[in-house]
């Protein structure tokens, strides 16, 4: 489980949480994907941490799982997993991103593992004609934030920094990247906007107030975190309202 990065896009929210741990529909993006994972029969979870890494530890620090610190700079997608190689050792990997927000996450999951040849990249994609992440003919195909790799990929991977796009890229040059298109609905949350728009889908359209939230004002297409504090003179529109530590209120326009 990916869970290293800054999240700069998602600023200034993740000044005050790591991505994976800002709540969707009241469900950290990281607690979601290990949910999925637990339902689709993954039991032996790694999870990477760097930016933020003490969050992350503390979040997990009472479940069954293994968490791999990095000193900053993060060490990317790639060397994040070949960090993770002697407790790997030998088995083939299910590598997923903890900050998306994966709606029918469990199937998708299923989806990903039915029938795989291990020994071929796979990668689970959704339709999306604006931003496809693939050459013709999947021009439309974009990365859903999961894929599989052999143990001899993972072994493959140069220690210290790298991406996992560098062997995919290639696997996809030589025909050898399979992708599986999933029916669902996939949000990065990288930007306010879309972790707007994952929120209000999880929670059915209507506006989302964290616990021990106080709302005295108007929400319309909102989302206000644990403890923060909407008044009774503001409407919040397509807004995402959090508190700092010491109580100062952190406004979003999404």
Known sequence: ??????GTRLRPLTELLPKPLCPVAN???LDRALARLAAA??????????????????HLADRPVRVSVEAPPALGTGGGVARLRDWIDGRDVLVCNADGYLADGVEAARSLLAGWDRHRFRLL???????GDFGAPRRTERFAGMSLMT????????????????????AEAAGELDLVDFAGVFVDCGTP??????????????SVVG????????????????????????TLTDTVRATTPTGRPVTVRA
């Open 27 to 29: 469900v950290p993006l």
């Open 125 to 131: 994609t959704v339709h999306d004609e604006a931003r």
């Open 193 to 206: 906007r879309d972790y707007l728009a994952a929120n209000l889908h999880a929670s059915g359209g209507t």
């Open 151 to 170: 143990w001899p990929q993972v072994c493959a991977l140069p220690t210290g920094t790298s991406e996992l796009q560098v062997p995919w890229r290639r």
């Open 41 to 58: 029969g993954v039991t032996d979870v790694a999870v990477n941490a760097c930016y933020r890494a003490a969050d992350i530890v503390e």
């Open 1 to 6: 489980m990916l869970a290293a990065g800054e």
């Open 211 to 234: 616990p021990g939230a106080r709302v005295a004002g108007r929400l319309v297409r909102s989302v206000v975190w644990p403890g923060a504090t909407v008044t009774a003179d503001e």
